[in-house]
């Protein structure tokens, strides 16, 4: 080439406004200078602008070009010049700033008005080098090159130019068309692949609405169109420059583009500046840009707007307009380019992680809708589509919040029908069966002659079986009717070798029919290769090969045996017929796939079943049918035995695949259950599908009627009445348990099922009776369940939600459309809260043992016990499990065989015990050496890092040296006897094998063992997840911090006093150093950071036996505002690392990317607290959105709830703090966000979640500003966000209560606004009228209404529905509708008061101890079930009146073993340790005999202080509980049911007392 030779490319021009200045083509280097020379104004300054991605790749080549274009046009004529500027690529660089920079470069080299800029990129470039075109002096000419596929058919066409603001995304520009657009597909070669993606998704746009045959291509072309952009053309050559040099692949892609940059170009041509037609290419755009608006930038635009066109399909499919088929051919289309199609599909949830994911829910994308710039007034305006490449309207539609926000819900709100179903009848064709499907297409496409098949099922199996049969050849396809009729055209079973492999993706049925088909391919050379994805090759073929391999077919597996891929080799003999032998055991597939392809064999097949039972012989059948539909009649000569005749299958003209019969039970219910009438018209008597007997064999047994004709059914109901289904064991195993789960979800209603092995019993109830409440259905993400449960919401009175209504694309797409549209029942989205509260923990039984170690004679048998009986697990004790497995005690074994022998057998029983035994369902003691061996410990570790409990239980080694002492039971230590030497040795190993530890300290507190079992129950409880015990943030709540260096400061009162209004308590450990042992310490020091951890676990320790309240464990360094050494890092470490192995419920990690990312990723059962303080509020402004967004992003990356704190400079940064949170702080990702100081006081009264708190009893506050939650309460309630509510006291006679005083004492100290009042009636009626006032915020209930009330109710808590009995009445608000529920808090206070009484008294245990109840009225069933939920299992009852007494021991008898005595010496024999009074009044005379050795008396009734039952047992020196605690404790629940905050015990209990002491 000589130097000044040019190659001027072939191009294809498209016109814009009026002129040809689309030119595209490949390698257009030299044209494009060839052309500006030539063509365009000269200039005497050429200005390119590229970013850093494009200069290395193609900026030589402008520059080289540009020199010769001169040359070989203007000689040696002087040339203008080419200035170059390189920018940074992204969106960033689209900005003022930017902007800015190349005008002052440009001013700086002296360019003048005959500049011309070109812009050599993507639509960053684009955009940003246009805007300094059109405001250059007022306006230079501009050329774009664009690079990327999006800037190409996209940003390059129509003039718009912009740059970004902080305010948002293009919202300063102007209009400037460019003088020519030059589109060099050759550069596409270098384009990231997932930016050839973002570029695709506005190609399939554009054609969805422009171009049916435009989508046909895209459709059918993805693969191509994919590879001839990505792998471009090899080498450095000129491929395509000319069109005789442009491969096939070349071609395509230039039609694909050029065909899309066509439509752009016309819609702009005819609509300029965007005022109707330009409006259509915003198709996918709405709902795409909220989505963008949330998800980006790690979601580009393409693939928000690919997301954004489905759902805008599934808009207008939902309107009425496209059809399903067109629905699914566009989201398939869109997948094929590697686009996601749904808001959380994997490749977005991939890109954004599942925390922000849970942000995108339908209000905040309705809200960023709200302000499109495309909106007229409040109306959203959304391009709806009526079938593929043709739009409703050309501009977009005005389309109602309502639907648009129905498309977008992840759930759905099914309202009654009401009478409207029970007009006129209603037909309904389900979707087409997928079985059907497939066999007709196989049919269809060997047979001879034309057939149209009508209601095929469009999925990614079908999808695949058309592509395949296409690519062999023979047959052809076409759509009519926009895809509702897929025309084949038989080849007759003439079949060739395919271009290339078979890829059947994930398509069984597929593989399996065509693994036969492919044999019959013709010709006696080539080979085919049948493969799939990475799952297909997983999945079995085997017995379907070996069978063909017997009959003379080359197959050969290309991986491993017995699975895809496989080639076939052509033999020429075909497929060789005769007799086949299969086995039919696996997959009835294998004998359709035999069956369907058997007519075209050489020989006729005599096809014999071999094996066991042949599975799912319907599906064979329903082949067999089809065969014959297509004029082969297949003989079954014996049971497991056909005979196939040679012979072609004749198409019929027309092949209607019936409904999926399953599907359209759903339809057929809703008629019987709603009483109207509904036709299936295409299954009927002959149908081909077991399930088509559902109306016939189900419904009219029901009572329905029902007419079936060979081709039709219609179902009238209604039916009723109690079901029984049986034999339908499977269900068990579907999706999800089907069977547990209609139990669960219809008791939502009201309805009652047993749940049996092989079945369910459902209690049908009047539809009128059906629950008065709406319920959310969790659907288990199984279809069958959600559209079950949509039937049932259309008679419920108010409807239910479905949680999860996306489920149902599994089988029928567009069912709630049909459900609204065609069957009449009102839908709207809905937006389900998480599932957690509602979802019970899973069961018991398949969490894996717990396992503790420890040295022996810390406790590990003792709490194991205790532990295994409170969580109902089995206790195992290592040694004894041992000793009984190898028959010989332990010092024998260790006498005969050493020590190394065994901790052999050690080891084997440990993992026999934990892998065959016990792997779940106990709690397992090791020896205290067990950690000495190394297998030992790795074994241990491992256990715990796959989900196993293994706790250490750490001792306080003097207490354990002295128990030793006494007990010479067991062998000696191996290694030497100072105890405390064995175990410094061994404390290491034990952290190394555990994941949670609990310090045994006697000494912590008075009367210290039953507190510190139950706090190790608690611990157990929170490291197997069966009791997080975890603040609700989903409405304000609080945590106080505690600043004193020692707990010990705040006990025994002053703790309950300060953490009254919290719901957790923040224990600072740097606080703790201010300790005066470590006021001189050297932290630095190996031997004080050890004093410093125990020290901190000690008190850790202390505040859980002082509180259950949960613990956010803090240790906040210096440069954060706290007191830690913030060089002190490892330490600081250790520390958040044992917090989480404690135990404490919250951990607060400062956001530094080293440590919290370590605690983050080690936090087991804890939640994160990620924490920044920026402690002169210069940084963290709020509004300064690059700052506040940066370490907001940073904190979420390393924590489960985002903490940033700043400091009010001015009373106005509470409010940019409030509007900070608005915008990032949900349920799903907390923030908790405020302002320092005085003047940020208010910031705190705003914050959302967990606002730190201090109290007046507290010597310091944690932090400046800090205020109570007394102080919050009253602010929110002076600024209205805090309404004072109405409580009361139910009952006669009621006037001495001492409630009011407590009550209105407690709400007083939280500083409540609401007042508790008596409320004294003669009869319950006028009650009604209470509760419902709108101000009603809870009532306690007293006797004679605690059962009269419950009718008034919504619903009962379980232990008020087991009591009989309601003492407390809680209004909650739930999905926006006030719920009134009863409940019973009297048993609490018996339970609290009795636990607390053994605490001191030191009494037996419950579990084994016996009890009297005296009385059998309403109060005695609540101290019944307090026993029980103590654990206690014996229990002896009096009353007078005997008979009530049966009866009341009747209804106990499954939770206790009660037994009636007919006279109250009777008890004495039971010898119980705790007695409970129940009667109010009681004269009976208590006998002396009833009271053992030491026991716990209690009596109800608070009139007199000494009843007869609490003066024996005082005398007896029992320790007694009187009924004004009970009244206290019962109240104090109650208060903390109503507030949700934790009540003021002590104020309140000294409120009744001062009432009390003064009457009594
Ligand atoms: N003006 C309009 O009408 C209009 C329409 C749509 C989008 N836009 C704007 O377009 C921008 C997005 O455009 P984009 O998707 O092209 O982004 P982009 O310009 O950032 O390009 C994407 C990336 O691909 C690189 N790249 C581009 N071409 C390449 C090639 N041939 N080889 C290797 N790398 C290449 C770029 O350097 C960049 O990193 C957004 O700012 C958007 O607002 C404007
Ligand atoms: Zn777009």
């Not at 009401?418 to 047979?447: C, E, F, H, Q, Y």
């Not at 109306?695 to 209604?718: F, H, W, Y």
């Not at 009852?1437 to 037994?1459: D, I, K, P």
């Given at each position: 080439m000589s130097k000044t030779e040019l190659q001027l490319a072939e191009v294809e021009k498209i016109p814009v406004l009026g002129s040809d200045s689309i030119v595209c083509g490949f390698h257009l280097t030299d044209y494009i200078w060839h052309d500006i020379f030539t063509n365009l104004t000269k200039a005497s300054t050429y200005v390119l602008i590229t970013d850093t991605n494009l200069a290395p790749l193609y900026l030589h080549k402008y520059q080289d070009s540009f020199a010769r274009a001169w040359a070989s046009i203007n000689g040696s004529k002087a040339s203008p010049r080419l200035l170059v500027r390189v920018l940074p690529p992204?969106?960033?660089?689209?900005?003022r700033a930017t902007k800015g920079e190349i005008e002052d470069w440009m001013l700086s080299q002296r360019c003048t008005r005959d500049t011309m800029v070109l812009a050599l990129g993507g639509g960053v470039i684009g955009d940003l080098v246009g805007f300094v075109a059109a405001t250059f002096m007022r306006g230079v000419p501009f050329i774009q090159i664009p690079t990327s596929l999006l800037a190409m058919v996209d940003?390059?066409?129509?003039?718009k130019t912009a740059i970004d603001t902080p305010a948002g995304k293009n919202l300063v520009g102007a209009f400037w068309q460019p003088k020519r657009i030059f589109m060099d597909?050759?550069?596409?070669?270098?384009?990231p692949a997932r930016e050839f993606s973002n570029g695709m998704a506005e190609v399939v746009k554009t054609a969805a609405i422009w171009s049916p045959e435009e989508f046909d291509v895209l459709e059918a072309s993805a693969e191509s169109v994919r590879k001839a952009v990505l792998?471009?053309?090899?080498?450095?050559g000129l491929e395509g420059l000319t069109i005789a040099t442009r491969s096939e692949a070349q071609k395509m892609l230039l039609r694909v583009i050029a065909a899309s940059a066509r439509v752009k170009a016309y819609v702009v041509t005819h609509d300029e500046r965007e005022?109707?037609?330009?409006?259509?290419?915003n198709f996918g755009h709405s709902i795409g840009h909220a989505i963008e608006a949330i998800v980006s930038p790690q979601v580009l635009h393409g693939e928000c707007v690919a997301v954004g066109c489905v759902l805008e399909a599934e808009l207008s499919r939902r309107l009425g307009y496209i059809g399903e088929v067109g629905v699914a051919r566009l989201t398939r289309c869109l997948r094929a380019y590697g686009?996601?199609?749904?808001?959380?599909d994997p490749i977005i949830r991939r890109l954004v992680g599942d925390a922000k994911l849970k942000e995108v829910r339908p209000a905040r994308l309705m809200e960023v809708m709200r302000v499109?710039?495309?909106?007229v007034g409040t109306q959203k305006r959304i391009v709806l589509l009526k079938r593929l490449g043709e739009c409703v309207e050309l501009k977009p539609s005005n389309v109602d919040d309502a639907m648009i926000e129905e498309v977008i819900s992840a759930g759905v709100l099914v309202k009654p029908v009401g009478?409207?179903?029970?007009g006129s009848p209603v037909v309904v064709v389900p979707p087409g069966s997928k079985s059907i499907s497939n066999r007709a297409l196989v049919l269809a496409a060997l047979g001879s002659g034309e057939c149209r098949i009508r209601n095929l099922l469009h999925s990614d199996d079908t999808q695949v079986m058309l592509s395949a049969l296409q690519d062999m050849g023979g047959c052809g396809f076409s759509w009519e009717d926009d895809g509702d009729t897929l025309v084949v055209r038989g080849g007759g079973g003439q079949l060739s070798v395919p271009g290339s492999e078979l890829y059947l993706g994930n398509a069984g049925t597929a593989a399996r029919f065509l693994t036969t088909t492919v044999?019959?391919?013709?010709?006696d050379s080539g080979e085919t290769v049948l493969t799939g994805n990475a799952r297909m090759k997983q999945r079995p073929i085997g017995p379907l090969v070996d069978a063909l391999r017997a009959n003379g077919c080359q197959i050969v597996y290309e991986?491993?045996?017995?699975?895809?891929p496989l080639r076939v080799t052509h033999t020429?003999?075909?497929?060789?017929?005769g007799t086949i032998e299969l086995a039919?055991?696996?997959?009835s597939q294998y004998v359709s796939s035999i069956l369907l392809s058997a007519?075209?064999?050489q020989t006729p097949v005599h096809l014999v079943l071999v094996g066991g039972k042949v599975i799912s012989q319907p599906y064979i059948d329903m082949t067999i049918a089809m065969m014959a539909q297509f004029g082969v009649n297949v003989e079954?000569?014996?049971?497991k035995e056909y005979l196939i005749p040679t012979m072609p299958y004749t198409n019929p003209a027309e092949y209607v695949v019936e409904s999926d019969a399953s599907s359209a039970t759903y339809p057929l219910a809703f008629a019987a259950i709603t009483g109207s009438t509904v036709t299936v018209?295409?299954?009927?008597?002959?149908?081909?599908?077991?399930?088509?007997?559902f109306a016939v064999d189900v419904l009219r047994p029901m009572g329905c009627t029902v007419e079936q004709t060979a081709t039709s059914t219609t179902v009238t109901g209604p039916a009723r009445g109690v079901t029984r289904i049986r034999g339908i064991a499977n269900q068990h195993v579907k999706e999800c348990d089907r069977i547990a789960a209609m139990c669960d979800e219809l008791a939502k209603f009201g309805v009652t099922c047993e749940n049996h092995a092989d079945g369910i019993d459902v209690h049908g109830v009047r539809i009128s009776d059906l629950g008065p409440v709406s319920p959310s259905v969790?659907?288990?993400?199984d279809h069958r369940v959600a559209m079950s449960f949509s039937i049932l919401s259309c008679v419920a009175p108010l409807g239910a939600e479905i949680?999860?209504?996306?489920?149902?694309?599994?089988?029928?797409?567009?069912w709630w459309d049909v459900l609204a549209r065609d069957l009449g029942a009102p839908t709207a989205g809905s937006d389900p809260e998480p599932l957690e509260a509602e979802h019970k923990e899973?069961?018991?039984?398949?969490k894996p043992s717990i396992v503790i170690i420890g040295m022996?004679?810390?406790g590990k048998s003792t709490l194991g016990q205790a532990a295994a009986e409170a969580l109902g697990l089995e206790f195992v004790d290592m040694d004894a499990y041992l000793e009984s497995k190898i028959s010989k005690t332990i010092p024998e074994i260790i006498k005969a065989d050493g020590w190394p022998a065994f901790r052999d057998h050690e080891r084997a029983m440990l993992v026999q015990a934990l892998?065959?035994?016990?792997?779940?369902?106990a709690v397992i003691a090791c020896g205290g050496?067990?950690?000495?061996?190394e297998q030992n410990r790795a074994y241990l570790k491992q256990y715990a890092k796959t989900g196993g409990a293994v706790v250490c239980l750490t001792p306080n080694m003097k207490h354990v040296a002295e128990y030793l002492e006494q007990d010479k039971t067991r062998p000696a230590y191996?290694?030497?006897?100072d105890i405390y030497e064995v175990y410094q040795k061994r404390r290491p190993l034990y952290a190394e094998c555990c994941n949670y530890e609990f310090l045994v300290d006697?000494?912590?507190?008075?009367?210290?063992w039953p507190v510190i079992e139950r706090d190790f129950v608690r611990l157990l409880n929170f490291a197997t997840a069966r009791?997080?015990?975890?603040?609700?943030?989903s409405s304000p709540s609080f945590f106080v911090s505690l600043t004193a260096?020692?707990?010990?400061?705040?006990?025994p009162d002053t703790l309950g006093d300060v953490t009254a209004g919290s719901q957790a308590i923040e224990m600072?450990?740097?606080?703790?150093?201010?300790n005066q042992q470590f006021?001189?310490?050297?932290?630095?020091?190996p031997d004080v950071q050890e004093a410093f951890v125990e020290y901190v676990q000690s008190q850790f320790t202390l505040l859980r036996h002082s509180s259950s309240l949960p613990v956010v464990f803090t240790v906040r360094t210096e440069p954060q505002g706290?007191?830690?050494?913030?060089?002190a890092d490892a330490l600081r470490s250790r520390l958040l690392h044992l917090a989480v192995r404690w135990g404490a419920e919250y951990v607060d990690v400062e956001i530094d990317n080293i440590v919290a990312a370590k605690v983050f990723a080690g936090k087991q059962n804890s939640l994160v607290i990620s924490s920044y303080h920026d402690?002169?509020?210069?940084?963290?402004?709020?509004?300064?959105?690059e700052f506040a967004n940066e370490i907001l992003a940073r904190g979420r990356a390393c924590g489960d709830i985002v903490k940033l704190i700043s400091v009010a400079n001015a009373w106005e940064d509470n409010l940019k703090c409030l509007q900070f949170t608005q915008r990032h702080h949900s349920a799903a990702a907390p923030l908790i966000a405020l302002n320092m100081g005085y003047t940020g006081q208010m910031s705190r009264v705003l914050c959302p979640c967990l606002t730190p708190v201090t109290h007046?009893?507290?010597?310091?506050?944690?932090?400046?500003?800090q205020i109570s939650v007394q102080e919050i309460s009253q602010a929110r309630s002076l600024m209205g966000k805090l309404p004072a509510r109405s409580f009361y006291l139910f009952g006669t006679?009621?006037?001495?209560?001492?409630s009011p005083a407590m009550h209105n004492a407690g709400f007083a100290a939280l500083g409540l606004p609401h007042m508790y009042r008596l409320n004294e009636t003669?009869?319950?009626?006028p009650l009604k009228a209470v509760i419902a006032?709108?101000?009603?915020?809870g009532a306690s209930v007293t006797i004679p209404y605690k059962q009269e009330?419950?009718?008034?109710?919504d619903e009962l808590t379980d232990a008020a529905q087991t009591i009989g009995a309601v003492n407390t009445v809680i209004p909650e608000i739930r999905n926006g509708k006030r719920v009134l529920v009863g409940d019973n808090t009297d048993y609490l206070g018996i339970c609290g008061c009795l636990e607390r009484a053994r605490a001191t008294?030191?009494?037996?245990k419950f579990t084994s101890a016996t009890a009297l109840v005296i009385g059998a009225g309403g109060t005695s069933r609540a101290a019944l079930y307090a026993l029980y939920t103590l654990g206690v299992r014996n229990v002896a009852l009096f009353n007078r009146t005997a008979s009530r007494a049966h009866q009341l021991a009747n209804e106990f008898s499954g939770l206790l073993n009660v037994s009636v005595v007919g006279?109250?010496?009777?008890?004495?024999?039971?010898?119980?340790?705790y007695i409970i009074g129940t009667i109010p009044g009681c004269d009976l005379v208590i006998?002396?005999?009833?009271?053992?050795?030491n026991g716990v008396a209690l009596d109800m009734?608070?009139?007199?202080?000494?009843?007869p039952l609490l003066e024996t047992a005082q005398r007896n020196k029992w320790n007694v509980v009187h009924g004004v605690e009970v009244l206290v404790e019962q109240g104090v629940h109650q208060l903390a049911k109503w507030t949700k905050l934790s009540p003021p015990v002590r104020i309140m209990r000294e409120a009744v007392y001062s009432k009390y002491d003064a009457e009594f």
């Amino acid at each position: 080439m000589s130097k000044t030779e040019l190659q001027l490319a072939e191009v294809e021009k498209i016109p814009v406004l009026g002129s040809d200045s689309i030119v595209c083509g490949f390698h257009l280097t030299d044209y494009i200078w060839h052309d500006i020379f030539t063509n365009l104004t000269k200039a005497s300054t050429y200005v390119l602008i590229t970013d850093t991605n494009l200069a290395p790749l193609y900026l030589h080549k402008y520059q080289d070009s540009f020199a010769r274009a001169w040359a070989s046009i203007n000689g040696s004529k002087a040339s203008p010049r080419l200035l170059v500027r390189v920018l940074p690529p992204g969106e960033t660089s689209k900005s003022r700033a930017t902007k800015g920079e190349i005008e002052d470069w440009m001013l700086s080299q002296r360019c003048t008005r005959d500049t011309m800029v070109l812009a050599l990129g993507g639509g960053v470039i684009g955009d940003l080098v246009g805007f300094v075109a059109a405001t250059f002096m007022r306006g230079v000419p501009f050329i774009q090159i664009p690079t990327s596929l999006l800037a190409m058919v996209d940003s390059s066409i129509g003039g718009k130019t912009a740059i970004d603001t902080p305010a948002g995304k293009n919202l300063v520009g102007a209009f400037w068309q460019p003088k020519r657009i030059f589109m060099d597909m050759a550069v596409l070669s270098t384009l990231p692949a997932r930016e050839f993606s973002n570029g695709m998704a506005e190609v399939v746009k554009t054609a969805a609405i422009w171009s049916p045959e435009e989508f046909d291509v895209l459709e059918a072309s993805a693969e191509s169109v994919r590879k001839a952009v990505l792998q471009g053309q090899s080498g450095d050559g000129l491929e395509g420059l000319t069109i005789a040099t442009r491969s096939e692949a070349q071609k395509m892609l230039l039609r694909v583009i050029a065909a899309s940059a066509r439509v752009k170009a016309y819609v702009v041509t005819h609509d300029e500046r965007e005022s109707g037609m330009r409006g259509l290419l915003n198709f996918g755009h709405s709902i795409g840009h909220a989505i963008e608006a949330i998800v980006s930038p790690q979601v580009l635009h393409g693939e928000c707007v690919a997301v954004g066109c489905v759902l805008e399909a599934e808009l207008s499919r939902r309107l009425g307009y496209i059809g399903e088929v067109g629905v699914a051919r566009l989201t398939r289309c869109l997948r094929a380019y590697g686009l996601p199609t749904a808001i959380d599909d994997p490749i977005i949830r991939r890109l954004v992680g599942d925390a922000k994911l849970k942000e995108v829910r339908p209000a905040r994308l309705m809200e960023v809708m709200r302000v499109d710039k495309k909106n007229v007034g409040t109306q959203k305006r959304i391009v709806l589509l009526k079938r593929l490449g043709e739009c409703v309207e050309l501009k977009p539609s005005n389309v109602d919040d309502a639907m648009i926000e129905e498309v977008i819900s992840a759930g759905v709100l099914v309202k009654p029908v009401g009478d409207s179903a029970s007009g006129s009848p209603v037909v309904v064709v389900p979707p087409g069966s997928k079985s059907i499907s497939n066999r007709a297409l196989v049919l269809a496409a060997l047979g001879s002659g034309e057939c149209r098949i009508r209601n095929l099922l469009h999925s990614d199996d079908t999808q695949v079986m058309l592509s395949a049969l296409q690519d062999m050849g023979g047959c052809g396809f076409s759509w009519e009717d926009d895809g509702d009729t897929l025309v084949v055209r038989g080849g007759g079973g003439q079949l060739s070798v395919p271009g290339s492999e078979l890829y059947l993706g994930n398509a069984g049925t597929a593989a399996r029919f065509l693994t036969t088909t492919v044999n019959l391919i013709g010709g006696d050379s080539g080979e085919t290769v049948l493969t799939g994805n990475a799952r297909m090759k997983q999945r079995p073929i085997g017995p379907l090969v070996d069978a063909l391999r017997a009959n003379g077919c080359q197959i050969v597996y290309e991986e491993s045996q017995g699975s895809l891929p496989l080639r076939v080799t052509h033999t020429g003999k075909g497929f060789p017929g005769g007799t086949i032998e299969l086995a039919a055991t696996v997959s009835s597939q294998y004998v359709s796939s035999i069956l369907l392809s058997a007519p075209y064999a050489q020989t006729p097949v005599h096809l014999v079943l071999v094996g066991g039972k042949v599975i799912s012989q319907p599906y064979i059948d329903m082949t067999i049918a089809m065969m014959a539909q297509f004029g082969v009649n297949v003989e079954r000569v014996s049971e497991k035995e056909y005979l196939i005749p040679t012979m072609p299958y004749t198409n019929p003209a027309e092949y209607v695949v019936e409904s999926d019969a399953s599907s359209a039970t759903y339809p057929l219910a809703f008629a019987a259950i709603t009483g109207s009438t509904v036709t299936v018209p295409n299954i009927g008597s002959a149908s081909l599908q077991g399930d088509a007997r559902f109306a016939v064999d189900v419904l009219r047994p029901m009572g329905c009627t029902v007419e079936q004709t060979a081709t039709s059914t219609t179902v009238t109901g209604p039916a009723r009445g109690v079901t029984r289904i049986r034999g339908i064991a499977n269900q068990h195993v579907k999706e999800c348990d089907r069977i547990a789960a209609m139990c669960d979800e219809l008791a939502k209603f009201g309805v009652t099922c047993e749940n049996h092995a092989d079945g369910i019993d459902v209690h049908g109830v009047r539809i009128s009776d059906l629950g008065p409440v709406s319920p959310s259905v969790h659907c288990y993400d199984d279809h069958r369940v959600a559209m079950s449960f949509s039937i049932l919401s259309c008679v419920a009175p108010l409807g239910a939600e479905i949680r999860e209504r996306r489920c149902v694309g599994k089988t029928w797409p567009q069912w709630w459309d049909v459900l609204a549209r065609d069957l009449g029942a009102p839908t709207a989205g809905s937006d389900p809260e998480p599932l957690e509260a509602e979802h019970k923990e899973t069961a018991v039984a398949a969490k894996p043992s717990i396992v503790i170690i420890g040295m022996r004679g810390v406790g590990k048998s003792t709490l194991g016990q205790a532990a295994a009986e409170a969580l109902g697990l089995e206790f195992v004790d290592m040694d004894a499990y041992l000793e009984s497995k190898i028959s010989k005690t332990i010092p024998e074994i260790i006498k005969a065989d050493g020590w190394p022998a065994f901790r052999d057998h050690e080891r084997a029983m440990l993992v026999q015990a934990l892998e065959q035994e016990h792997p779940e369902g106990a709690v397992i003691a090791c020896g205290g050496g067990v950690v000495e061996s190394e297998q030992n410990r790795a074994y241990l570790k491992q256990y715990a890092k796959t989900g196993g409990a293994v706790v250490c239980l750490t001792p306080n080694m003097k207490h354990v040296a002295e128990y030793l002492e006494q007990d010479k039971t067991r062998p000696a230590y191996a290694i030497t006897s100072d105890i405390y030497e064995v175990y410094q040795k061994r404390r290491p190993l034990y952290a190394e094998c555990c994941n949670y530890e609990f310090l045994v300290d006697k000494s912590l507190v008075a009367n210290a063992w039953p507190v510190i079992e139950r706090d190790f129950v608690r611990l157990l409880n929170f490291a197997t997840a069966r009791s997080l015990n975890r603040v609700d943030l989903s409405s304000p709540s609080f945590f106080v911090s505690l600043t004193a260096d020692d707990v010990r400061a705040y006990l025994p009162d002053t703790l309950g006093d300060v953490t009254a209004g919290s719901q957790a308590i923040e224990m600072r450990a740097d606080l703790l150093l201010n300790n005066q042992q470590f006021a001189a310490a050297d932290l630095r020091q190996p031997d004080v950071q050890e004093a410093f951890v125990e020290y901190v676990q000690s008190q850790f320790t202390l505040l859980r036996h002082s509180s259950s309240l949960p613990v956010v464990f803090t240790v906040r360094t210096e440069p954060q505002g706290g007191r830690f050494p913030g060089s002190a890092d490892a330490l600081r470490s250790r520390l958040l690392h044992l917090a989480v192995r404690w135990g404490a419920e919250y951990v607060d990690v400062e956001i530094d990317n080293i440590v919290a990312a370590k605690v983050f990723a080690g936090k087991q059962n804890s939640l994160v607290i990620s924490s920044y303080h920026d402690t002169a509020g210069t940084r963290l402004t709020w509004t300064d959105c690059e700052f506040a967004n940066e370490i907001l992003a940073r904190g979420r990356a390393c924590g489960d709830i985002v903490k940033l704190i700043s400091v009010a400079n001015a009373w106005e940064d509470n409010l940019k703090c409030l509007q900070f949170t608005q915008r990032h702080h949900s349920a799903a990702a907390p923030l908790i966000a405020l302002n320092m100081g005085y003047t940020g006081q208010m910031s705190r009264v705003l914050c959302p979640c967990l606002t730190p708190v201090t109290h007046p009893a507290l010597t310091a506050a944690a932090a400046p500003g800090q205020i109570s939650v007394q102080e919050i309460s009253q602010a929110r309630s002076l600024m209205g966000k805090l309404p004072a509510r109405s409580f009361y006291l139910f009952g006669t006679p009621i006037q001495h209560s001492p409630s009011p005083a407590m009550h209105n004492a407690g709400f007083a100290a939280l500083g409540l606004p609401h007042m508790y009042r008596l409320n004294e009636t003669s009869s319950a009626d006028p009650l009604k009228a209470v509760i419902a006032a709108a101000d009603f915020g809870g009532a306690s209930v007293t006797i004679p209404y605690k059962q009269e009330i419950i009718p008034m109710l919504d619903e009962l808590t379980d232990a008020a529905q087991t009591i009989g009995a309601v003492n407390t009445v809680i209004p909650e608000i739930r999905n926006g509708k006030r719920v009134l529920v009863g409940d019973n808090t009297d048993y609490l206070g018996i339970c609290g008061c009795l636990e607390r009484a053994r605490a001191t008294a030191g009494t037996q245990k419950f579990t084994s101890a016996t009890a009297l109840v005296i009385g059998a009225g309403g109060t005695s069933r609540a101290a019944l079930y307090a026993l029980y939920t103590l654990g206690v299992r014996n229990v002896a009852l009096f009353n007078r009146t005997a008979s009530r007494a049966h009866q009341l021991a009747n209804e106990f008898s499954g939770l206790l073993n009660v037994s009636v005595v007919g006279q109250l010496l009777d008890a004495a024999e039971l010898k119980p340790t705790y007695i409970i009074g129940t009667i109010p009044g009681c004269d009976l005379v208590i006998p002396e005999q009833l009271f053992g050795e030491n026991g716990v008396a209690l009596d109800m009734a608070y009139k007199p202080r000494w009843t007869p039952l609490l003066e024996t047992a005082q005398r007896n020196k029992w320790n007694v509980v009187h009924g004004v605690e009970v009244l206290v404790e019962q109240g104090v629940h109650q208060l903390a049911k109503w507030t949700k905050l934790s009540p003021p015990v002590r104020i309140m209990r000294e409120a009744v007392y001062s009432k009390y002491d003064a009457e009594f």
